[in-house]
């Protein structure tokens, strides 16, 4: 890992304790300043999470602004309340943001089978700083992991534009997808279809090949965002550097 790693231009972060965890961060929030193509990849476990499907369900629309991470609740097996509560993270982050909440994407990370602790969830969105202050990756890595031992991060550069990648392990992982939850942010400029190609192909090749304990877990989520400030970039280039 990097620990002075940038995010790519365009973007910035908020990272901070809102009381999911006892001390350390457990909410985490990478926007873009401008509209963005966006794709994403999830488990296929017939038990997905609430934040799983939300996201999917925004994903969708090929466009995101914005993805919020929460650390230690997993909000899994929380009934119908559980998703409308990761809706209302989502809805707090777009107000926040002042963007749609189509366009925020959701992923959780924890424990399963208790609910958002929604009292310290909602002082936290209230408390989202305008504009978001930070562009360190190495904070973001470090606020979504949970019995992780290291953040995660990762760059690379595509003519003018970068990517940065950011990651957290999880116990269970099993091919189809073996993703964790990983987030690919960059400045180069892709169509929304040709984005979900190569993402795609690039998860195929890489996450979905690894397996630990065969379980597949509810929460897999990764997802990539990209705002195009740096320009367009050979799309065969751009996806043998996000491999």
Known sequence: MNEHLALPRGFHAHVANIGVKDT?????IVASDVPCAAAGVFTQSSFAGPSVLVSRLHVAHGTARAMVVISKN???????????????????VAAALGCSPTDV???????????????HIRAGLAAIPSPLPGTDAGQV???????????????ATVGNARIVGV???????????ATMIAMFFTDAALSAPALDAVFRRVIDRTLNCVSIDTDTSTSDT?????????GTVDDDAFEAALC
């Open 105 to 119: 994407l959701i992923a959780s990370t924890g424990v399963i089978g208790r609910s958002y602790p929604m009292d």
């Open 141 to 155: 890595a470090r606020g979504i992991m949970t019995t992780d031992t290291v953040p995660k991060t990762a760059s």
């Open 222 to 230: 990764a997802v990539i965002i990209a705002n195009g400030v740096a």
């Open 74 to 92: 997993a909000n899994v097996a929380t009934g119908a309340q559980g998703l409308a509560d990761a809706h209302e993270v989502v809805a707090g």
């Open 24 to 28: 350390t961060d457990d909410f985490t």
């Open 167 to 177: 990651a957290k392990g999880v116990g269970m992982i099993e091919p189809n997808m």
